[in-house]
């Protein structure tokens, strides 16, 4: 079996598609989540917020005007609040996903 990037078999390897010779495609973005999810979980507290001042001060360098820094840095303030309460289970599951996406 032959994986490569690209269609025509000449891609570099980088991206989280990979094109299987005969056509198929496999998507590895859910491994790649899986792993933030998991780094989060054995993540301590103070990690965790460690993580989330260092992208938030990121954020912050990036233009005033960014739609995407503004919107980012409003999960960020969410997850710092989810943070701070006590949780449920399936509230700690969620707040593990959203880490997971932000990929910090």
Known sequence: MN???SA???GKGKGPLRYVSGGSVTDHTMDNKLSYGDKWRQM???EKKAAVDEEMKRM???PANSSYAAHRLRVLNK???L???QRTVSQEEELELL???LSL
Do not use: H, P, W
Request: charged share 25%; glycine share 10%.
């Open 3 to 5: 994986f490569t990037d």
């Open 8 to 10: 025509e078999g000449k």
């Open 44 to 46: 301590g507290y103070d």
């Open 60 to 62: 912050n360098r990036l």
């Open 79 to 81: 997850v710092l609040q």
């Open 83 to 85: 943070m701070s309460i």
């Open 99 to 101: 880490f997971a996406s």
